[in-house]
């Protein structure tokens, strides 16, 4: 599976952030950065917890 | 679900990624797919994004969902013992757990030919009206006021802006931010006029109670809005204010209330609390739906609310309850530069954090604290510049 985020969208609420830290983080405008567009299995849930609360619906989850 | 918008559909999803094979019907009186309303007063109103950059989820994404999905068509009565939903069609759709989020709609002015924005369709009309030497007058300079009024500013409309309290938005951020935020209208040669009362909507503007006729072409009336309860009335659900749930965000039984609609009882700060925030809808419909589905393992629902705002240049953000804040103290940057952070007391505890131009790092330290109950002693040093001292 593979993250896709479309940062035009995004309104830097952090919540990605929050919810998996190992997959997201912000630039210095609060704009979400990917640090794994492939993340690993385990990091799934918390991908799909971020993709739930991203207020900007700016985060997707792709079949490759 | 009844309700077909960000907390009904984060309930829906919640459901499913949690394992609920069975029906989900998602009920909505809107005929649109679920779609984001924050970019309404910005991007769309600015003409900037075309409506369907607005879906909340692709139809890919919806249709692998399995809802029984009934858009166009409104909830006109619960009943509880019975466990059905009429519908404006006639039908009636039974459950065994219900997640009521049908939202707020906005509060008007006697008269009419007023825009109000709350929907896309409010949003197109009112954008198709703007443009340079147009002139507006907004009708409150609350949060959804500001915000559209600083757009249609930056269309070239004449834009006035009548607010009935002294500061605008005082109540919600204090005095000092809040005049901050009017000196942002002001600077740019938006008529902010403060302390008037709007009584009414005529065909030539906005007559105040004074007896004032303030003229304009086009009248955006952003008075703060009321819950889609109506509904609700004789099924035995307590309303007030929202649909009345405890802190698991239930109603009644296998009856929860999630988003603007919601009144619960928010343990983390110890009150009643109904928020009109985007993220709060998801959050909220998340919990009323994992609550409903494994009622042996539910959680209280214990956010801190976090809403951003954009006007103009600046993005304001904040964490916490800040409303019936005794207390605010500017406890990073400057207030006068519009770069800071701002804390807010109420009682003894931090209840909030609000910031302008800040990096996030900056505001999740202040998120941490509130989310852990910090004591305003602990969190805020004592030499922090009080605001407007
Ligand atoms: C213009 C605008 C700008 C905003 N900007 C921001 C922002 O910058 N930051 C922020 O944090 N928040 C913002 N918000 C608030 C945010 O959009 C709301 O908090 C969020 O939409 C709430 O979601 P909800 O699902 O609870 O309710 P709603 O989005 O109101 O959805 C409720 C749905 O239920 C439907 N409904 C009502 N009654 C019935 C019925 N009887 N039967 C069937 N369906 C019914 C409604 O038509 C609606 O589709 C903004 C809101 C608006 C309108
Ligand atoms: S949750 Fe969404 S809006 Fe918030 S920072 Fe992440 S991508 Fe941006």
């Given at each position: 599976?593979?993250?896709?985020?479309e940062?035009?969208?995004?309104?830097?609420?952090?919540?990605?952030?929050?919810?998996?830290?190992?997959?997201?983080?912000?630039?210095?405008?609060?704009?979400?950065?990917?640090?794994?567009?492939?993340?690993?299995?385990?990091?799934?849930?918390?991908?799909?917890?971020?993709?739930?609360?991203?207020?900007?619906?700016?985060?997707?989850l792709?079949?490759? | 679900?009844?309700?077909?918008?960000?907390a009904?559909?984060?309930?829906a999803?919640?459901?499913?990624?949690?394992?609920?094979?069975?029906t989900?019907?998602?009920?909505?009186?809107?005929?649109?797919a679920?779609?984001d309303?924050?970019?309404?007063?910005?991007?769309?109103?600015?003409?900037?994004w075309?409506?369907?950059?607005?879906?909340?989820?692709?139809?890919?994404?919806?249709?692998?969902l399995?809802?029984d999905?009934?858009?166009?068509?409104?909830?006109?009565?619960?009943e509880?013992?019975?466990?059905?939903?009429?519908?404006?069609?006639?039908t009636?759709?039974?459950?065994?757990g219900?997640?009521?989020?049908?939202?707020?709609r906005?509060?008007r002015?006697p008269?009419?030919?007023?825009?109000?924005?709350?929907?896309l369709?409010d949003?197109?009309v009112?954008?198709?009206?703007?443009?340079?030497?147009?002139?507006l007058?907004?009708?409150?300079?609350?949060?959804?006021g500001a915000e559209a009024?600083?757009?249609?500013?930056?269309?070239?409309?004449?834009?006035?802006?009548?607010?009935?309290?002294?500061?605008p938005?005082?109540?919600?951020?204090?005095?000092?931010?809040?005049?901050?935020?009017?000196?942002?209208?002001v600077?740019?040669g938006?008529?902010?006029?403060?302390?008037?009362?709007?009584?009414?909507?005529?065909?030539?503007?906005?007559?105040?109670?004074?007896?004032?006729?303030?003229?304009?072409?086009?009248?955006?009336?952003?008075?703060?809005?009321?819950?889609?309860t109506?509904?609700?009335e004789?099924?035995g659900?307590?309303?007030?204010?929202?649909?009345?749930?405890?802190?698991?965000?239930?109603?009644?039984?296998?009856?929860?209330?999630?988003?603007?609609?919601?009144?619960?009882?928010?343990?983390l700060?110890?009150?009643?609390?109904r928020?009109?925030?985007?993220?709060?809808?998801?959050?909220?419909?998340?919990?009323?739906?994992?609550?409903?589905?494994?009622?042996?393992?539910?959680?209280?629902?214990?956010?801190?609310?976090?809403?951003?705002?954009?006007?103009?240049?600046?993005?304001?953000?904040?964490?916490?309850?800040l409303?019936?804040?005794?207390?605010?103290?500017?406890?990073?940057?400057d207030?006068?530069?519009?770069?800071?952070?701002?804390?807010?007391?109420?009682?003894?505890?931090?209840?909030?954090?609000?910031?302008?131009?800040?990096?996030?790092?900056?505001l999740?330290?202040?998120?941490?604290?509130i989310?852990?109950?910090?004591?305003?002693?602990?969190?805020?040093?004592?030499?922090a510049?009080?605001?407007?001292?």
């Open positions: 599976m593979k993250v896709e985020l940062a035009d969208k995004c309104v830097a609420s952090g919540q990605c952030v929050l919810a998996a830290m190992d997959v997201f983080d912000q630039d210095d405008d609060g704009i979400a950065i990917l640090l794994e567009d492939e993340p690993a299995p385990e990091l799934l849930d918390d991908v799909k917890e971020a993709i739930a609360v991203c207020p900007a619906a700016a985060i997707r792709v079949e490759q | 679900m009844v309700g077909a918008s960000a009904g559909l984060a309930a999803e919640t459901l499913r990624r949690e394992g609920y094979d069975g989900l019907t998602l009920v909505g009186d809107e005929p649109q679920p779609y309303r924050p970019p309404l007063s910005k991007q769309v109103l600015a003409a900037q075309q409506p369907a950059r607005l879906a909340l989820r692709p139809p890919a994404d919806l249709a692998a399995d809802l999905l009934r858009l166009g068509v409104a909830a006109t009565g619960l509880l013992t019975e466990r059905t939903v009429r519908l404006a069609d006639g009636e759709v039974p459950y065994d219900l997640i009521v989020a049908t939202g707020v906005p509060r002015l008269g009419a030919g007023a825009h109000v924005l709350r929907t369709d949003a197109l009112l954008r198709d009206r703007l443009g340079p030497g147009v002139r007058v907004v009708v409150g300079a609350g949060f959804l009024a600083a757009v249609a500013w930056r269309l070239g409309a004449k834009v006035t802006l009548l607010e009935p309290a002294a500061v938005l005082a109540h919600a951020v204090g005095a000092e931010v809040g005049a901050l935020l009017a000196r942002a209208h600077e740019r938006v008529d902010l006029r403060c302390g008037v009362t709007a009584s009414e909507v005529t065909e030539d503007g906005v007559r105040l109670a004074d007896g004032e006729l303030v003229e304009s072409d086009e009248v955006l009336v952003a008075v703060g809005s009321q819950p889609n109506e509904w609700l004789g099924s659900l307590a309303v007030g204010d929202g649909v009345v749930c405890d802190e698991y965000c239930e109603a009644a039984r296998n009856v929860y209330a999630a988003g603007d609609v919601a009144r619960w009882h928010n343990p700060f110890g009150t009643s609390m928020i009109e925030h985007r993220t709060n809808a998801a959050e909220q419909g998340m919990a009323a739906a994992r609550n409903l589905l494994r009622p042996d393992t539910r959680k209280p629902f214990a956010p801190v609310p976090y809403f951003w705002s954009d006007q103009y240049d600046m993005k304001i953000q904040a964490y916490g309850y409303r019936g804040h005794d207390e605010v103290a500017v406890v990073d940057g207030l006068a530069e519009g770069r800071f952070v701002a804390a807010y007391r109420t009682g003894g505890g931090l209840s909030g954090a609000l910031a302008v131009g800040m990096p996030p790092r900056v999740r330290v202040w998120r941490q604290a989310a852990a109950g910090a004591a305003w002693g602990e969190a805020v040093r004592t030499d510049t009080v605001a407007g001292a």
